[in-house]
């Protein structure tokens, strides 16, 4: 089932490919089903099913991955007429988190987030959803949900017990992490060193932007969700200004709920922003879908009333009439090319145009 035309549809479903790979899967096969509305049962169309089972048997497929988020019964339900593990773009999302967070805050977050999507889908299946969670090497307890009463029952009920007092905790030790965070954000304003947050959809070259800008060695991965964590770095205008640099959560369409939750305290780090220079893929196929998606996600985070620059990356191997039409488009961006360095030095100069002057200038002198 899809939403929109036959083109968003088959980008969604590129993307989901993309993500799934990212992921560790082989794809096999995509299949598009046009119609009003999911189906309450099954979510595709119930004929539907049976043409999907044949994939299944003809591929020798063992994961079917829904692009769309499935009700705790629709999933059940294709379970158990396809006999394949049956994964929803939420979880497949989660679990790409799960796999690349590396601080202890991003860690606790994804952790909340597979708990909070995990807590409603229980019941009496607890055994499948502890092998969807296991690849991130976590919720194994829920297993043996077969029995939906008496002792079962019971053991259901444990195990959602243990999951509410982990996400208990997990929201304290959040918490307590976001304040420690605060203070650093603070002691940045008390010092007045602007910051400007790179923000732009996944894969757009973020990272490899805040690379060329400040030469960090960060890591540039040609998967999604290569940066979960923010990394800042200081930088420093031709005149001697400091400034930070930081790289943001990477933005993905129908970014499931639970993320934004989860990474709401670091995205709004963005809000505290001075600048957002916003990152877009010259060479994606539909760049416009991609900068509303990200704009979107600084909206709910409040960063929507902060100045944004564009900023056209991939340059080197965009084609010259999506070149032309981009530049109509967005007058004002500035493109350039992490990977040649084209455009950069412009950027460079764009973005200390846009930072806020000081009222007393502090000259900091290189080491
Ligand atoms: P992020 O997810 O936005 O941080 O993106 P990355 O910086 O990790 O880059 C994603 C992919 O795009 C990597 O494979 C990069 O090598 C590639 N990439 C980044 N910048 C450029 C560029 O200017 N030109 C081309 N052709 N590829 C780029």
Redesign the pocket.
Known sequence: WTEGTQTDADNSLTELAALAETAGSQVLEGLIQRRHRPDPATYIGRGKVDDLGAVVLATGADTIICDGELSPSQLRNLEQRTKVKVVDRTALILDIFAQHAKSKEGKAQVELAQLEYLLPRLRGWGEALSRQTGGSGRGGGAGGGVGLRGPGETKLETDRRRIRHRIARLRREIKSMATVRQTKRARRTRNAVPAVAIA?Y????????LNRLTGAGVL???ALF??LDPTTRRATTSDGRLYTLS?TV?FVRHLPHQIVEAFRSTLEEVGDADLVVH?VDG?HPDPEEQVRAVREVLAEVGADRLPELLVV??T??TDEETMLRLKRLWPDAVFV????GRGIDELREAVERRLPRPAVEVRVVLP
């Open positions: 732009g996944t894969n757009a070259g973020k990272s490899s932007l540039v991965e040609n290569a940066t790289d990477g990152v060479t990356n991939k080197d191997a090319s992490a990977h040649s």
